[in-house]
């Protein structure tokens, strides 16, 4: 039972490089999530998702965008990444808006 | 707008001691309320969620918050530091009036020495 699964784990990109996080979910959630963390801000919510085919910007959503196409899948993307976007990427899934999340272990993704 | 307050960035308890993380939520409806866990370099895990059933919530490896809707606080504690408590803790509040958005606290570290 995968649950939350996060690719890659870790990647360094040079500024204006571009790139696809990828999170899949095995558990048939609809609720998807990508936040980054970043140290002494907690973590914070870049985009949303509340079903296939459907995406919502969260509180930091500039610099990045995400597609679900499938309902496992959900992508983020930095079409060109900026050293501010160094930071650690966690995806999470919710069967519902006040259900229990799931998340995903990390990526970390450096910008030089 | 939901806001989620931890009121400590870090605590530093002695192995055996008591543990006590303090969370207090805005959201003025009955919100959903979790704490987390996040051990170094790991993804978060849930340790316990309180959607209104009983007020005292038991979670994994002895932890329990209370929900006190007078004072809007979800603290979380535990009876007996262990040495592998050592992590940071999440305060969560979901639901209320923010769809599909959930509010999360600024984290809390707990350091347990010897």
């Known amino acids: 039972n995968a649950g939350v699964t996060q690719t890659p784990k870790f990647r360094v990109l040079k500024t204006g490089q571009s790139m696809t996080l990828l999170c899949a979910q095995d558990?048939?959630?609809?609720?998807m999530y990508w936040y980054r963390q970043d140290p002494g801000m907690g973590l914070r919510l870049i985009h949303y998702s509340v079903g296939e085919g459907t995406t919502a910007k969260g509180e930091v959503p500039d610099g990045y965008n995400v597609s679900r196409l499938k309902k496992q899948n959900f992508l983020l993307g930095l079409e060109s990444a900026a050293p501010s976007q160094t930071s650690v990427y966690f995806c999470a899934s919710s069967l519902s808006q006040t259900g229990e999340l799931f998340f995903g272990e990390g990526s970390r993704l450096t910008v030089l | 707008a939901q806001s989620v307050t931890q009121l400590d960035s870090h605590v530093s308890v002695s192995e055996g001691t008591p543990v006590l993380l303090r969370c207090n939520y805005s959201s003025s409806y009955s919100p959903s309320l979790f704490w987390y866990v996040q051990h170094p370099n790991k993804g978060l895990q849930l340790l316990l969620k309180?959607?209104?059933?009983?007020?005292l919530v038991k979670g994994i490896n002895g932890f329990e918050a209370e929900f006190k809707k007078s004072e809007t606080s979800f603290h979380l504690t535990k009876p007996s530091a262990h040495m592998s408590d050592a992590a940071e803790y999440f305060c969560?509040?979901?639901?209320?009036?923010?769809?599909?958005?959930?509010?999360f606290g600024q984290g809390t570290i707990l350091t347990v020495h010897p």
């Open positions: 309180y959607t209104s059933a009983a007020t």
């Open positions: 969560l509040e979901a639901g209320g009036t923010s769809y599909g958005k959930l509010t």
């Open positions: 558990m048939n959630h609809e609720y």
